[in-house]
């Protein structure tokens, strides 16, 4: 992720930010939405997005090109859903870029479809798989935040082999290339990200229990409670 500055060709970079623009829209129009009919989410979106900033700014090392760290999306993603995340990864690519030369304003496009997009929407999907399937709430959140972090480095693989595949085995050989590379830093980190989110969503639970109720993240089945506390709701 954080592919680099003027790395990928110019026809790559304007796609990836053509593909990348209607999903920011939309997630404008979503926040825009929820800041209006509830203020009082102000202060938890700012967290989310703080927790995404300082995550995706830990960087180590990778393929040439690009970087490993944690992504930090799937939280805001199960909190707000994914229109939303997509505006608070698309500030927050653009600011590293700006002030810390993570990524760069040429390839913003490519990093908020893999990280911002891609990323919330994996993560979202997963979380809301295994709620459905009566899964724990805070194993439903490892596995959201496990999936949006790999996820985004999944794309970005892709992303970096469309661009410069394998002169003789083409695309798939590079695909292999950059995943195999990724995933030596990546799985390890997905996984310290997705114990991470649980810490955090432990606390909300605690000081948080009504947002996160309004937000469907705790939620009152009809005739059974099911937000009962803190306690009773990690067990669920």
């Known amino acids: ?11 790559h970079a304007i796609a990836w930010s053509v593909a990348s623009a209607p999903f920011v829209v939309h997630g404008v129009r979503t926040l825009t939405r929820e800041v209006k009919e509830h203020p009082e989410s102000t202060l938890l979106l700012g967290a989310s997005g703080a927790f995404t900033f300082v995550l995706s700014a830990l960087k180590l090392p990778s393929v040439t090109g690009s970087c490993s760290h944690p992504t930090g999306t799937g939280l805001g993603a199960i909190l707000f859903r994914p229109p939303i995340m997509a505006v608070l990864g698309t500030i927050t690519l653009l600011f590293q870029a700006l002030l810390l030369a993570h ?25 809301r798989l295994l709620r459905r399937s009566g899964a724990p709430l805070m194993a439903a959140v490892f596995c959201g935040a496990f999936a949006a972090d790999l996820s ?9 082999a469309l661009a410069f595949p394998d002169p003789g085995s083409g695309f798939l050989g590079a695909l292999a290339t950059f995943g195999s590379i990724f995933a030596v830093t990546q799985l390890p ?3 310290s990200e997705g114990l991470l ?13 009504g947002e996160l109720t309004r937000l469907g993240v705790l939620v009152t089945g009809t005739g059974k409670r099911q ?10």
């Open 197 to 209: 989110t649980v810490l955090v969503m432990r606390l909300l639970v605690q000081s948080s229990k």
């Open 152 to 160: 985004t480095y999944c794309v970005t693989s892709v992303q970096l």
């Open 103 to 127: 990524g760069g304003l040429t390839t913003l496009g490519a990093n908020v479809f893999s990280m911002a997009i891609v990323g919330p929407w994996a993560g979202y999907a997963v979380y």
């Open 189 to 191: 980190l997905a996984v």
């Open 1 to 11: 992720m954080h592919i680099a500055e003027g790395f990928l060709p110019p026809a």
């Open 227 to 236: 937000a009962e506390g803190p306690e009773q709701a990690v067990a669920r």
